[in-house]
């Protein structure tokens, strides 16, 4: 079992910043892939972003490359998602997750956050 709690979210005007954060606890995080989705209302959970176990591999979604950052501190047993130049539409609740696999579908992951929330006003 792995536990997840999300933390950083919250309102900022667009074109702001803002640092999520991913606490693991449980079996050991670093043997995991990490990943953030969201999730708009009356909208699908999407991909965000992923990282693999080492960090060495990173996978975004076209609409926030280049905005948004993925990056984990294994030792710390967390992962963050550091998010720039945010727009209107990057409204929504935020949740991170592992996977086992490599994968950037919601099913491939097993475990999730409870979400934290994040709106970006225009």
């Known amino acids: 079992q792995v536990q997840l709690v999300e933390s950083g979210g919250g309102l900022v005007q667009a074109g702001g910043s803002l640092r999520l954060s991913c606490a693991a606890s449980g079996r050991t995080s670093s043997n995991y892939a990490m990943g953030w989705f969201r999730q708009a209302p009356g909208n699908e959970r999407e991909f965000v972003a992923a990282?693999?176990?080492?960090?060495?591999?990173?996978s975004y979604a076209d609409s926030v490359k280049g905005r948004f950052t993925i990056s984990r501190d294994n030792a710390k047993n967390t992962v963050y998602l550091q998010m720039n130049s945010l727009k209107p539409e990057d409204t929504a609740i935020y949740y991170c997750?592992?996977?086992?696999?490599?994968?950037?579908?919601?099913?491939?992951?097993?475990?999730w956050g409870q979400g934290t929330q994040v709106t970006v006003s225009s």
């Open positions: 990282i693999s176990r080492s960090g060495s591999t990173k």
């Open positions: 997750a592992t996977a086992s696999n490599w994968g950037r579908q919601p099913t491939t992951y097993n475990y």
